[in-house]
């Protein structure tokens, strides 16, 4: 067996529980979630899957070493006592980048340069050498100190995992990759699901969708750091891009459609379906929201415009009241909107059946969950009730509706 590493996956917040799932689903081990990131277990064969087939975390790292770090000293001290020789090149480049939160050691580059000399010094020894050329491959070092805990990890990503390779372009206010993907698990997309999206912008919800139906993994058309990494051969990579090929299912029934009144946007998300591979399972078309008529059996997934990034915060809620309307008159599966906007609710016209936090970069927003509730656990004052206290840092749940399944209760 190759050696294991505790490795750490970021991700947006809100957006823990699926990518556990996601996790489970490639046979982590050992995985542990807190806000904002996971923890688990794995091998070389473990770090390529994790980045090759992982939808809705930011990039996967391995975590060297977690110890208290109030002075330069014991900083200095827990890097040392790292094995680096054992992982990187003695001729590696080693930039190291990293964050200070809550901690006695609150400059960042003096952090960074203690990080890097102990690293330095450690490789001197380990390889008997006065000199570090760095002329090799960039192994990227990162620190995050946190009330004096420091933890040193190695990223094995490079670009963020957002990044997937499909979209060269995007129109104003694209939503993240990660979180598109989070959505259209969260919305039940399933091999045979219609998606539409009226909103469709450079199209990332429903080529999400499409590809979390086809199960096309989201890094085969892009590269990793680790790919350059002595300590994740070639092999492994092959061996884990086949394994991904392999289980693609592009006889899955999914079909998507996006819809969106800026043409140059409808021209782009045709062009990112075709580079992501699903052009043949979806459609952009021009139109305008007020024409929007939802097929009963689709699943829509929207990202409608809002007034901070986007026009006006009137223009966003006349935006939001047409949607309403049009899904009142043409009711399908669900609608899963995300937006910022903390009225929508009252803008749509209705209350949701679920909400969930969630960010859109650095953008705190809500995704407001309307789908069908089986009659027998609907209640009957729910209609009656005035909508709820609204805003991101509102706590309420929403006893109502049925809890979404997830992938993993298919
Ligand atoms: C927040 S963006 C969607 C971004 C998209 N999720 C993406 O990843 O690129 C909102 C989109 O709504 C479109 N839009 C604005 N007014 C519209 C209307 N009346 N009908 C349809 N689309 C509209 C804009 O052109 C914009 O592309």
């Not at 094995?83 to 006695?104: K, M, R």
Request: charged fraction near 25%; proline fraction near 5%; glycine fraction near 8%.
């Amino acid at each position: 067996m190759s050696a294991q590493y505790e490795l750490i996956a970021p991700c947006f917040f809100g957006c823990e529980s699926t990518a556990s799932f996601e996790l489970r689903r490639i046979g982590a081990e050992e995985i542990r979630v807190t806000d904002g990131r996971l923890t688990f277990r794995g091998g070389a064969e473990m770090i390529a899957a994790a980045n090759l087939n992982l939808r809705t975390v930011e990039r996967v790292m391995v975590l060297l070493a977690s110890y208290p770090a109030s002075t330069f000293d014991e900083l200095f001290d827990g890097v040392y006592n790292i094995h680096w020789e054992e992982l990187l090149p003695a001729d590696a480049a080693i930039p190291v980048t990293g964050s200070s939160l809550d901690s006695q050691l609150t400059s960042v580059p003096a952090c960074q340069s203690i990080i890097k000399k102990a690293i330095v010094k450690r490789m001197m020894q380990g390889y008997h050498t006065s000199v570090l050329p760095e002329s090799g491959v960039e192994y990227r070092v990162r620190f995050m100190l946190r009330k004096n805990l420091c933890e040193i990890m190695l990223d094995t990503t490079g670009e963020g995992l957002y990044k997937r390779g499909y979209r060269r372009n995007a129109m104003e206010a694209p939503i993240r990759e990660t979180l598109a993907a989070t959505i259209a698990d969260l919305g039940r997309v399933r091999r045979d699901s219609l998606v539409e999206d009226p909103f469709c912008g450079s199209g990332t919800l429903i080529i999400e969708a499409a590809q979390k139906a086809l199960n096309i993994a989201p890094g085969l058309k892009r590269r990793f750091a680790a790919e350059r990494y002595s300590f994740v051969p070639a092999s492994v990579w092959a061996e884990q891009r086949q394994l991904a090929l392999a289980q693609t299912r592009l006889d899955a029934g999914f079909e998507g459609i996006g819809y969106d009144i800026d043409p140059a946007a409808v021209a782009l998300a045709n062009a990112n379906a075709k580079l992501a591979g699903v052009d043949k399972r979806c459609r952009f078309e021009v139109a305008d929201v007020a024409q929007f008529e939802a097929r009963p059996e689709a699943i829509v997934l929207t990202n409608p415009p809002y007034g901070e990034r986007m026009g006006t915060i009137e223009g966003a809620a006349r935006l939001a009241r047409t949607l309403g309307r049009q899904m009142e008159a043409h009711p399908c599966q669900g609608l899963y909107a995300i937006t910022a906007d903390l009225e929508f609710e009252s803008h749509y016209g209705k209350r949701a059946n679920k909400r969930r936090k969630m960010y859109n970069g650095m953008i705190p927003c809500q995704l407001y969950m309307y789908y069908n509730v089986p009659n027998r656990e609907q209640k009957p004052a729910a209609a009656a009730k005035p909508l709820p206290k609204t805003g991101f840092d509102g706590k309420r749940s929403y006893p109502t509706g049925r809890r979404p399944l997830r992938t993993d209760e298919k």
